[in-house]
C-alpha cells in the first residue's frame, strides 16, 4: 500500500487525536483527551472503512456531513443534561466524529431511489491492479456505438455488468451528429439513440466517465489510457484500436469477433444452395454470398451467373478479413432439378 493511501486511511483518527491534544492542551487533561480522541478516532475509523466500499453523490455526502456536525452538538447537549457537572466536555469529539460518519451516511440509503440517485458522471479513479475483472468494466468506443449492434447484443444478455462511455467519446459522437456529410451525421444521430437504448437494459449499468486526459489529443490514445488506469476491457469493431490494444495488453471484446463467431460452420461435403453474383478472380470462379456475408467461390461457376445453385462445400478458408467457402456443383441435386424442370416443360407441351 502507498503512503498516501495510508494517509488517506488514517485521516479520522489523526484529526480526532488532534482535537484531544487542543482540549488536552487548553483544560489541563492532556492523556483524559488523548484517549477520547484515540476512541473516537478508531471507533469512526471503523466505521468510515466498512461503508467506503460503495460508490456514492458528493452533494448528499456534504448534506450529510452538515447533519452529522448539528447531530454531534444534540448529542454532546443530551449527555450534559443528563451527567450535569461530572461530564467531561467531548462537544468537539462528537462534532467531527458525527460529521465525518455523516459525510459517508448517504451511501446507507443508495437504494431508496428516487430519494438517493447516484450521479451518472463519474470520474473513475487508478484501479492499480486491484480493480474488478476486466470483462465486468467494459468501456465503449465511437465505432461500436454508432454501429448500432451494441443495443441488440445488450438485449439478449451477453453484454452485461457495468458499461462505461467515456466523456471525450460522446464529444466525438456530437461532433459527427453535427457533420456536413449525410451518413456520418445519421449514424452519429443513430449512436446517441444507440445509448439511451443502453439505458433502459436493465441488466446494464451504464456510466458516463467524466476522466479526460489533455494532454493526450487522439480519442483511441485516451481509450487505451483509460483502459489501463481502470483495468476494463475496449468494446470496439475498429480493426486498428483491437490491434493496438492487444499488443499494449489491453482486453478488447471485438463485435466482429462475436458475429464472425455466430456464424454457421459448414463442414466439407455439406450442401448448400447458393446465388451467383459475379464472376471471382481465378478463370471461370463464380462468387456467391450467405445471408451473414460470408463468400462463397464456386469452382467453374462462371457459366451460372445469376442463377442459384446447389453447391457441395469442398474447403474452408479462415482469413484476417473474414471466412471463403469453397465448393463445387452438387451434380446429384443439380441431376434432379434437371429431371424436374424436363418433366414440368414435357407436361406443359402435352397440356398445349
Not at 105 to 132: C, N
Not at 178 to 204: C, F, V, Y
Not at 325 to 351: C, G, R, V
Amino acid at each position: 500500500m502507498k503512503p498516501k493511501q495510508i494517509f488517506r486511511i488514517f485521516i479520522p483518527l489523526m484529526l480526532l487525536l488532534a482535537v484531544g491534544i487542543i482540549y488536552g492542551v487548553v483544560g489541563g487533561k492532556l492523556v483524559e483527551y488523548l484517549v477520547a480522541g484515540l476512541v473516537f478516532g478508531l471507533v469512526t475509523l471503523l466505521i468510515e472503512r466498512v461503508i467506503t466500499n460503495v460508490k456514492f453523490d458528493i452533494i448528499y455526502s456534504f448534506l450529510g456531513g452538515i447533519a452529522g456536525f448539528y447531530f454531534g452538538s444534540l448529542v454532546d447537549e443530551m449527555l450534559k443534561e443528563l451527567l450535569g457537572s461530572g461530564y467531561m466536555n467531548l462537544r468537539l469529539f462528537w462534532e467531527v466524529a458525527f460529521s465525518y460518519i455523516g459525510f459517508f451516511a448517504p451511501i446507507f440509503v443508495q437504494g431508496l431511489k428516487p430519494f438517493y440517485m447516484s450521479s451518472v458522471q463519474q470520474s473513475v479513479q487508478p484501479s492499480e491492479g486491484e480493480g474488478p475483472s476486466p470483462y465486468r468494466v467494459k468501456i465503449l468506443d465511437t465505432s461500436v456505438i454508432i454501429d448500432g449492434r451494441i443495443a441488440e447484443i445488450a438485449k439478449t444478455g451477453f453484454l452485461d455488468g457495468v458499461v462505461y462511455v467515456p466523456k471525450f467519446v460522446l464529444a466525438e459522437i456530437q461532433m459527427l451528429a453535427d457533420s456536413q456529410e449525410n451518413l456520418k451525421r445519421n449514424r452519429a444521430r443513430r449512436g446517441l439513440d444507440i445509448l439511451n437504448e443502453l439505458k433502459d437494459i436493465p441488466h446494464i449499468n451504464l456510466k458516463i466517465i467524466t476522466k479526460d486526459y489533455e494532454n493526450i489529443n487522439k480519442t483511441d490514445e485516451k481509450l487505451l489510457k483509460l483502459a489501463k488506469d481502470i483495468n476494463g476491457a475496449i468494446v470496439t469493431n475498429d480493426y486498428n484500436l483491437n490491434k493496438v490494444a492487444k499488443i499494449e495488453g489491453i482486453k478488447v471484446l471485438n463485435i466482429n469477433d462475436l458475429a464472425m463467431a455466430l456464424r454457421q460452420i459448414y463442414l466439407p461435403g455439406e450442401k448448400i444452395r447458393i446465388h451467383i453474383i459475379k464472376e471471382g478472380k481465378e478463370k471461370n470462379q463464380g462468387i456467391g454470398y450467405l445471408p451473414d456475408g460470408t463468400m462463397v467461390v464456386l469452382e467453374n461457376g462462371k457459366e451460372y451467373m445469376n442463377k442459384e445453385v446447389p453447391v457441395k462445400v469442398t474447403s474452408i478458408l479462415q482469413t484476417s478479413s473474414g471466412r471463403i467457402i469453397f465448393t463445387q456443383i452438387d451434380e446429384e441435386e443439380m441431376n434432379i432439378e434437371k429431371e424436374k424442370q424436363q418433366a414440368t416443360s414435357s407436361k406443359k407441351s402435352k397440356q398445349n
